[in-house]
Nanobody, 115 residues
Framework: QVQLVESGGRLVQAGGSLRLSCAASGFMFRIYAMGWYRQAPGKQRESVARITSSGITNYADFVKGRFTISRDNAKKTVYLQMNSLKPEDTADYYC?????????WGQGTQVTVSS
């Protein structure tokens, strides 16, 4: 079955960096686009970054220049490198993929940025 498992979230000071990982299994990872999303307390879930099967990336405006999404198809893992973190980046971060007609989500990893 499809599984997405995020890791790497923790408490970090403003200005710091984190790298989130999402390990995928149960599907042909290399042919699917992958995305990172986040949900802050009391707010709706929002898209952060996306990477296609061919490596084309796009980002939400609020992370452009600070975050980088990448993928390692051999490891079936998608990454989110987050630099220059701000307190407003505090959220649960999720990876996701649309496979067929269904969206699959990981359980999330918590990122807290202290000021």
């Amino acid at each position: 079955q499809v599984q997405l498992v995020e890791s790497g979230g923790r408490l970090v000071q403003a200005g710091g960096s984190l790298r989130l990982s999402c390990a995928a299994s149960g599907f042909m990872f290399r042919i699917y686009a992958m995305g990172w999303y986040r949900q802050a307390p009391g707010k709706q879930r929002e898209s952060v970054a996306r990477i296609t099967s061919s490596g084309i990336t796009n980002y939400a405006d609020f992370v452009k220049g600070r975050f980088t999404i990448s993928r390692d198809n051999a490891k079936k893992t998608v990454y989110l490198q987050m630099n220059s973190l701000k307190p407003e980046d505090t959220a649960d971060y999720y990876c996701a993929s649309q496979i067929g007609s269904r969206d699959y989500w990981g359980q999330g990893t918590q990122v807290t940025v202290s000021s």
